[in-house]
């Protein structure tokens, strides 16, 4: 579905990745793992068309995505959800998710009552502005708006970062009912355990490149790769 290979890409006179090189399957959870600074983030935005594209190419099925425009490839079917969020704050839950509705000019199952009945806290705090959610809130609503673009491939940046483990073990499940309807999932975390609990593969990132990738269970299980890539 998505095909990355020799993915070049950086910032001003820096480059970040190297020469990347992973592949994602129609239906598949896969996870790119790495330490702070490994490229995680730069390889989920170049995808996107957030970082322009040095080198390398970026194919999402029959699609050349380098050099295309972020909103040409949210046209395309993939959507990104950044560490940061980008809830829009005085716009209530509600806003929000219509909003993403319009902007995407995708139609497809993904509406209101399907992400309400995907997160019901969502429905409960529908009136409810951006700024008024706590953490975990905003980061089901910024799952739900993607969601309401109705992609095929969705980008996952940090998805579980900075929540209570509880709010973690949701995110699992939510993620499980996100797949059986149909999305491919692409996250980016340094949270092996999660990783390990939701990615079917993974990749490791270290010095721009990827340095693993396989099943993700025989990448969490690996010492090695754990104590040379993973561990802090
Ligand atoms: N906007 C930017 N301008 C310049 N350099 C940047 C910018 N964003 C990231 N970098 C640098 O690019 C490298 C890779 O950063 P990136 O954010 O892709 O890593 P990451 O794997 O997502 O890390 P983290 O786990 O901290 O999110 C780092 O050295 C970082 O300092
Ligand atoms: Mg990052």
């Not at 390889?43 to 080198?55: E, I, N, P, S």
């Not at 019901?120 to 700024?131: D, F, K, V, Y």
């Not at 692409?186 to 990749?203: E, H, I, P, S, T």
Request: net charge positive; glycine share 10%.
């Amino acid at each position: 579905m998505l095909v990355v290979e020799g993915l070049v890409a950086g910032y001003g006179s820096s480059a970040v990745l190297h020469g990347v090189d992973f592949e994602v399957r129609e239906g598949e959870v896969v996870a790119l793992l790495g330490r702070n600074g490994a490229g995680k983030t730069t390889t989920l935005r170049a995808v996107m068309g957030l970082v322009k594209v040095r080198g390398g190419r970026v194919r999402f099925r029959d699609t050349e995505l380098a050099g295309r425009a972020p909103f040409e490839v949210a046209h395309l079917g993939i959507a990104y959800v950044p560490d940061d969020r980008r809830i829009f704050p005085d716009l209530t839950v509600e806003e929000n998710l219509l909003l993403a509705r319009y902007a995407s000019g995708r139609h497809g199952a993904w509406d209101l009552d399907r992400v309400y009945r995907l997160f019901p806290a969502l429905r409960e705090l529908r009136h409810l502005r951006g700024t008024q959610l706590s953490g975990g809130q905003q980061k089901m609503l910024a799952v739900g708006r993607a969601l309401m673009s109705n992609p095929d491939l969705l980008l996952l940046d940090e998805p579980v970062e900075g929540l209570a483990p509880l709010v973690v073990r949701q995110l699992e499940q939510t993620l499980r009912e996100i797949r059986q309807a149909g999305v491919t999932i692409l996250l980016a975390d340094q949270n092996l355990r999660f990783c390990r609990r939701v990615a079917d593969r993974g990749y490791v990132l270290d010095k721009g490149a990827v340095q693993v990738g396989g099943p993700m269970e025989a990448i969490a299980s690996d010492e090695r790769t754990v104590r040379q890539y993973l561990a802090v």
